[in-house]
């Protein structure tokens, strides 16, 4: 009701704009207005413009439009409504009057309407532009890095938004031309290497960083500036949720460890990667996990003809079932509840589906674990892999892409030599089978279940310490949907036996993310919230390597993508010596370590 109202007050009160405008010409320009130069003119033309400004009105929507947030399209729609309201009654009046009426009073006409129309509406923004971004005390004081289109949008909604956290207080942008300028009344205090002081001098409590456009390494090297300040660091969404309309205040994220590292995204070659996906069955082994899971959401839009999710615990497989359904409605899914070690159960799987492609990422992972269960580590990653590789070999899959680990190399612990015996496995494996198996080998996924950040996190938000295993400690991090990204278009490089090696960057300090994860949440180390070191578990080691001495490394098409070169293993010798391997499960753990080393003479036990 109110609404309807307001459009009737609204139409009657641009209608009498025209009409007063109109009047106020015809009396600049005529001593008696009302009866020269031709009786009944001006009645003849303030009909004609009613009838056009109304028409015009109607159409341009005018009266539909929040004028609060008004901007240049909304003027442009004004002077557009004003023209048309203005020339076209000027020359029905002059083609009916002989051509007498000067041109003179359309300018005064347009002038008139154009000034009664647009100036109450300026004025409102203007009001609510003043007073409705006074009630600002109380708020955390934010800092804008970039004052580009973004950073505007999100200062103006901040100053608008009464429900928003934080208020904010001027922009960041480098810029040399913007610096000492104003927008919405908040200065432009200079470029990114104010930002220190700027935070100090202005007793900055957040910085939010609205540059979506910008590439993820510049991202990253703001963010280490930022870090140098007591403020909490925020992150507009990216380009593509901005464009979509979905990034407003109530999404600005905090900065994450993924900020941090600063990659640019992969470039995918999707055409290779559609080739040996696009309408083939996919078996997922491990679905439910966080590698596997990703693998269904990067494999679903490929269109495969069906993919197969396969895993031991009900629950996950359910969930990225659910997940994969409600965004690929028309893919064919089928869920396995099965167990790798269950050589049988697998037999039945492939004889049932015949995949095509096989992504085996059911393994267990976790080094302490591993460490005091030796015989389970033996069981999934050695004969686990075992029965699927031989599973695809027996049903001809084209490909089996295996992911493994960089801590297979020179292996201090039971899982990284568990991983490469299964490695050693599969490249054995190829020299004598139609399907091509790879291995595709990288470091530590951040956000995986039971890594390192997680666990920061919740150390943090409980009020510290947060507990650090070495000072010295350094692994290589990737994103999940990196790790797997790049995992998919190793295994269009596939040839057979090859260990595809990824590139993850440099390696972090344990120590620094630890550091780090503190300061993006508003703490100092050690100052507000300590840094524990709780000692080396067993297993690990301080450095991660990624290639054996026996491998070369070589590249391939993707510039992060390597491989190493297979290395000579034979068969019957690795078998015979796995055959040893069951015959020792449930022994004592020195007799398992004694045959793991006798297995991968690399394998050193520091525990």
Sequence with gaps: MFAAYRTHLLIVLDLSAVVLS???????????????????????????????????????????????????????????????????????????????????????????????????????????????????????????????SCGTLIAKELLQNDAAQFVPVGFIDDDPYKTKLTIYELPVYGGRHDITRIAESERIDEI???????????????????????????????????????????????VSVEDLLGRDPIRTDLDNIANYVEGKTVLITGAGGSIGSELCRQIAPFDPKRLLLLGHGENSIYTIEMELRATFPELVIETVIADVQDRKRMEDVFKKFHPQVVFHAAAHKHVPLMERNP??????????????????????????VLISTDKAVNPTSIMGTTKRIAEMFIQSLDKHSRTKFVAVRFGNVLGSRGSVIPRFKDQIEKGGPVTVTHPEMVRYFMTIPEAVQLVIQAGAFASGGEVFILDMGKPVKIYDLAADLIRLSGYEPNVDMDIQFSGIREGEKLFEELLTNEEGLSSTKH???????????????????????????????????ALLKHLVPTYSNVS
């Design 22 to 148: 109109l009047a106020v010409s015809f009396w600049m320009q005529y001593a008696n207005p009302w009866n020269e130069p031709y009786p009944g003119l001006w009645l003849v033309y303030t009909v004609t413009a009613g009838v056009i400004g109304l028409i015009c009105m109607l159409r341009m929507k005018l009266h539909r439009r929040i004028w609060q947030y008004a901007g240049v399209s909304e003027m442009l729609s004004i002077i557009a409504a004003a023209l048309w309201t203005g020339i076209v009654p000027f020359l029905l009046t002059n083609a009916i009057y002989g051509w007498d009426v000067p041109m003179l009073l359309l300018l005064h006409h347009l002038t008139g309407m154009i000034f009664m129309m647009a100036g109450p509406r300026l004025l409102w923004r203007a009001f609510c532009d003043k007073f409705g971004t006074r009630r600002r005390t109380g708020r955390h004081r934010a800092l804008i890095i970039g004052a580009g």
């Design 208 to 254: 939010i960083i609205a540059m979506p456009s910008v590439s993820k390494s510049q991202i990253s090297a703001i963010i280490n500036i930022c870090k140098q300040t007591k403020a909490r660091l925020k992150i507009v969404p990216d380009l593509q949720e901005l464009i979509q309309g979905r990034s407003t205040v109530n999404r600005v994220r905090d």
């Design 375 to 400: 015989s389970e580590a033996i069981k999934n990653n050695v004969f686990g892999t075992r029965n699927v590789a031989e599973c695809a070999d027996q049903f001809a899959a084209e490909r089996f």
């Design 559 to 593: 510039d992060r993508i390597f491989i190493g070169k297979p290395t000579q293993i034979n068969r019957s010798e690795l078998e015979f010596e796995i055959r040893k391997l069951e015959q020792v499960l449930g022994q004592q753990p020195e007799q398992i370590r």
